[in-house]
T-cell receptor
Framework: AQKVTQAQTEISVVEKEDVTLDCVYE???????LFWYKQPPSGELVFLIR??????QNEISGRYSWNFQKSTSSFNFTITASQVVDSAVYFC?????????????FGTGTRLKVLA | ETGVTQSPTHLIKTRGQQVTLRCSSQ?????VSWYQQALGQGPQFIFQ???????GRGNFPPRFSGLQFPNYSSELNVNALELDDSALYLC???????????FGSGTQLSVL
């Protein structure tokens, strides 16, 4: 079955530290997408990045970077020089497309607290 | 801004009551899905609507039902509310060709 595991329940860092959020997934599909979303206290899911299963090129965007490794089924997310505004719950998600039904499988989230 | 709007923002109901949540999709998005997010958990897929018909459901009982209208707006109805239905309900929309879901800000439902 499709599954996303975020083993880190909560992480606390001091401002300006780097932090990596881990995500491990399981899927039978050969074509799929992986996503990271940020959920601040207001509740909305803010899209951060998507990767398709054929694109293992890692990327850096500002203070964010992603490490996608199919060999270990991992899709980790790093924030460099963290800021207080980065405090939120971060979700990793895996797409599943079965018989025309398209949905996300979410992990349980990692709560990031950045302390001033 | 995702262009997906949900109403109401917050709602308080008592056990046994019925509730209707509403979602207005982003323009041009013909597929809408609903997710339930319990406290401390990730969102769970409830069902998907395409062309006004349900075409996929997660592990939720029949008392969770929905509608999609010709303008692609949608409703989630929950009958016979239970305490465990207390959660954030998220609506998401997409076009058929786009793998990205656009989420609304959610409706926080509290069942007392």
């Amino acid at each position: 079955a499709q599954k996303v595991t975020q083993a880190q329940t909560e992480i606390s860092v001091v401002e300006k530290e780097d932090v990596t959020l881990d995500c491990v997934y399981e899927t039978r599909d050969t074509t799929y997408y992986l996503f990271w979303y940020k959920q601040p206290p207001s509740g909305e899911l803010v899209f951060l990045i998507r990767r398709n299963s054929f694109d293992e090129q890692n990327e850096i965007s500002g203070r964010y970077s992603w490490n996608f490794q199919k060999s270990t089924s991992s899709f980790n997310f790093t924030i460099t020089a963290s800021q207080v505004v980065d405090s939120a719950v971060y979700f990793c998600a895996l797409s599943e497309n079965t018989s025309g039904t398209y949905k996300y499988i979410f992990g349980t989230g990692t709560r990031l607290k950045v302390l001033a | 801004e995702t262009g997906v709007t949900q109403s109401p923002t917050h709602l308080i109901k008592t056990r046994g009551q019925q509730v209707t949540l509403r979602c207005s999709s982003q323009s041009g998005h013909n597929t809408v899905s609903w997710y339930q997010q319990a406290l401390g958990q990730g969102p769970q897929f409830i069902f998907q609507y395409y062309r006004e018909e349900e075409n996929g459901r997660g592990n939720f009982p029949p008392r969770f039902s929905g509608l999609q209208f010709p303008n692609y707006s949608s409703e989630l109805n929950v009958n016979a509310l239970e305490l465990d239905d207390s959660a954030l309900y998220l609506c998401a929309s997409r076009t058929g060709q786009n793998e990205k879901l656009f989420f609304g800000s959610g409706t926080q439902l509290s069942v007392l």
